[in-house]
């Protein structure tokens, strides 16, 4: 920025596919110079936790508690397909 000396600079984003305008900004030197900025680190150094969970849980219960004779049934049926991506 320090080769040219106009004040004011107007960013125009385009799509690359069609060519339409998708916005435009207008900037001042003053208030894009009092900024601060620094380069990010790579995106691996971002992430301290890398968590990559799925458990499906499957759960059925039956009593027959003081009941001679008595049958208790419980089915539980489970269909969870987990995709995961690295």
């Known amino acids: 920025m320090s080769d040219h000396s106009h004040q004011k600079f107007e960013v125009v984003s385009r799509c690359a596919d069609c060519g339409e305008e998708l916005g435009r900004l207008t900037v001042n030197r003053a208030d894009v110079q009092s900024q601060q900025a620094s380069e990010l680190p790579d995106r691996e150094a971002m992430s301290l936790v890398t968590a990559n969970v799925a458990a499906p849980i499957n759960l059925a219960l039956a009593a027959n508690v003081l ?19 690295a």
């Open 67 to 85: 009941s001679d004779g008595s049958i208790a049934y419980a089915d539980a049926t489970q269909y969870a397909p987990i995709t995961q991506q």
